[in-house]
Nanobody
Framework: QFVGSGGGLVQPGGSLSLSCTAS????????VAWFREAPGKRREGIAC????????NYADSVKGRFTISRDNASNTMWLQMNSLKPEDTAVYYC??????????WGQGTRVTVSS
């Protein structure tokens, strides 16, 4: 349902960009978000953006370092991650909300921040 790209290994202080392109449905009227699941921890929402990109919200842990964006014309969403820290190591998931719940999910991509 989502085709994702990005992720990998990066040194502390580095940057990575993740993307997800929706397949089989349109993002036009859906809020979308990024979640992550670190080893031994629960999945947490870290960034979300409204259907038209007018509003964004971030978890305190990533505020000022991560940027969520979207382009409805290409059915794609992104997460730009800067100033990465070892504690950002996790599997990252994109998701789209329909009728108040996150119905569509990406397959997850692993991000490892390590020297």
């Amino acid at each position: 349902q989502f085709v994702g790209s990005g992720g990998g290994l990066v040194q502390p202080g580095g940057s990575l960009s993740l993307s997800c392109t929706a397949s089989g449905f349109t993002l036009d009227y859906l809020a979308v978000a990024w979640f992550r699941e670190a080893p031994g921890k629960r999945r947490e929402g870290i960034a979300c953006i409204s259907y038209n990109g007018g509003r964004t919200n971030y978890a305190d842990s990533v505020k000022g370092r991560f940027t969520i964006s979207r382009d409805n014309a290409s059915n794609t969403m992104w997460l730009q991650m800067n100033s990465l820290k070892p504690e950002d190591t996790a599997v990252y998931y994109c998701a789209a909300s329909q009728s108040g719940s996150y119905k569509y999910w990406g397959q997850g991509t692993r991000v490892t921040v390590s020297s």
